[in-house]
């Protein structure tokens, strides 16, 4: 057994570690907020149907309108064609729309002057024909989903039922360690979404701070198993709490691997040949993943080993009090 490795000594390190990645989060957040998929934008949608389509209209078409919005001082940040489709049954028609899509700082005024003008400008324009319409819309960022934040406390309750379980089972200072790692998960992964700038929805961070919460239990009560079980070994009846502490994280490397490299691949592989909507969920998993292995290998055996220390000397103080009631009782 190696007796190198002793966290309780590096608890200062990790509590500074995570409240900077903490504190710099907050302050992102505040400053600049996440990395939002789909923040709010304006855009102008030109709707044409199959006769410029049919007469291969369209290039002049958008020639048109870029020269109206240069004139109007706009420029674009994307361009697309997409088919119409019909409200009510939910199918394609036979028109289409040219969607142009502007910064939301782009006033709605000049917006709204520039939609005129372009509307002039395509019902005089005798080469296009066909039924031409010109609209603005402003589109919001992406909305809150209820079901995600559901999700979310569901996944955040579990972990809370399962630290109790820890509690019951391996002693309530593994509890109350778990307790706090799956805090610090939770927080140091909103924290790295602010930092990092990875894309995600309006909704996601919450969600993969849950997800963060529930890897955390999962890691750490494999680390209190495999405690419980080194700790019976005579071996370690030698070692400080420490030591013993140490020892026994220190050999539960394998674990890590077959827990968190398989599922690491999945999602990154998944995450890769995935849409882009579902690849905004797949990817960004990956991190609260790393933050759990984090937290289990250094942030939670570190805060453990005070408390065991504490409930330790608690147990033997109460078994010396027995101990003595009952001599006393016998004499």
Same mark, same amino acid.
């Given at each position: 057994?190696?007796?190198?490795?002793?966290?309780?000594?590096?608890?200062?390190?990790?509590?500074?570690?995570?409240?900077?990645?903490?504190?710099?989060?907050?302050?992102?957040?505040?400053?600049?907020?996440?990395?939002?998929?789909?923040?709010?934008?304006?855009?102008?949608?030109?709707?044409?149907?199959?006769?410029?389509?049919?007469?291969?209209?369209?290039?002049?078409?958008?020639?048109?309108?870029?020269?109206?919005?240069?004139?109007?001082?706009?420029?674009?940040?994307?361009?697309?064609?997409?088919?119409?489709?019909?409200?009510?049954?939910?199918?394609?028609?036979?028109?289409?729309?040219?969607?142009?899509?502007?910064?939301?700082?782009?006033?709605?005024?000049?917006?709204?002057?520039?939609?005129?003008?372009?509307?002039?400008?395509?019902?005089?324009?005798?080469?296009?024909?066909?039924?031409?319409?010109?609209?603005?819309?402003?589109?919001?960022?992406?909305?809150?989903?209820?079901?995600?934040?559901?999700?979310?406390?569901?996944?955040?309750?579990? #972990?809370?039922?399962?630290?109790?379980?820890?509690?019951?089972?391996?002693?309530?200072?593994?509890?109350?360690?778990?307790?706090? #790692?799956?805090?610090?998960?939770?927080?140091?992964?909103?924290?790295?979404?602010?930092?990092?700038?990875?894309?995600?929805?309006?909704?996601?961070?919450?969600?993969?701070?849950?997800?963060?919460?529930?890897?955390?239990?999962?890691?750490?009560?494999?680390?209190?198993?495999?405690?419980?079980?080194?700790?019976?070994?005579?071996?370690?009846?030698?070692?400080?709490?420490?030591?013993?502490?140490?020892?026994?994280?220190?050999?539960?490397?394998?674990?890590?691997?077959?827990?968190?490299?398989?599922?690491?691949?999945?999602? #990154?592989?998944?995450?890769?040949?995935?849409?882009?909507?579902?690849?905004?969920?797949?990817?960004?998993?990956?991190?609260?993943?790393?933050?759990?292995?984090?937290?289990?290998?250094?942030?939670?055996? #570190?805060?453990?080993?005070?408390?065991?220390?504490?409930?330790?000397?608690?147990?033997?103080?109460?078994?010396?009090?027995?101990?003595?009631?009952?001599?006393?009782?016998?004499?």
């Amino acid at each position: 057994m190696t007796k190198r490795f002793l966290p309780g000594k590096l608890l200062p390190v990790w509590i500074a570690v995570s409240a900077v990645l903490i504190v710099v989060g907050v302050v992102l957040f505040s400053l600049i907020g996440f990395n939002y998929a789909s923040p709010e934008k304006k855009t102008v949608e030109i709707g044409y149907d199959a006769v410029v389509y049919i007469a291969e209209k369209e290039d002049k078409l958008a020639e048109e309108c870029e020269k109206v919005f240069s004139e109007n001082g706009l420029s674009f940040t994307d361009k697309r064609t997409d088919r119409e489709l019909d409200v009510g049954y939910v199918s394609e028609t036979g028109n289409y729309k040219l969607v142009y899509t502007f910064s939301s700082a782009v006033k709605d005024e000049t917006i709204g002057n520039a939609v005129k003008s372009l509307q002039q400008a395509l019902d005089a324009n005798s080469e296009l024909g066909g039924d031409i319409s010109v609209t603005a819309h402003t589109l919001a960022g992406e909305q809150f989903h209820e079901a995600s934040w559901r999700t979310a406390v569901a996944l955040g309750v579990a #972990a809370i039922v399962a630290l109790v379980y820890v509690g019951f089972r391996f002693g309530w200072g593994s509890a109350i360690a778990g307790l706090v #790692a799956c805090v610090n998960d939770a927080l140091v992964t909103l924290s790295l979404f602010a930092i990092v700038r990875i894309p995600v929805y309006a909704y996601a961070p919450v969600l993969f701070a849950g997800i963060a919460a529930v890897f955390s239990v999962i890691m750490w009560l494999a680390q209190c198993m495999k405690m419980r079980e080194n700790f019976k070994d005579p071996a370690y009846a030698s070692l400080t709490v420490q030591e013993a502490v140490g020892t026994s994280v220190a050999g539960s490397w394998k674990f890590a691997l077959c827990f968190a490299v398989p599922i690491a691949v999945v999602f #990154a592989v998944l995450g890769v040949i995935a849409s882009n909507g579902l690849r905004l969920f797949l990817l960004p998993v990956l991190l609260p993943l790393a933050v759990s292995v984090y937290s289990s290998f250094l942030l939670a055996p #570190a805060v453990l080993v005070p408390l065991k220390s504490k409930f330790d000397k608690m147990k033997s103080s109460r078994k010396k009090y027995v101990g003595k009631k009952k001599a006393d009782v016998q004499e």
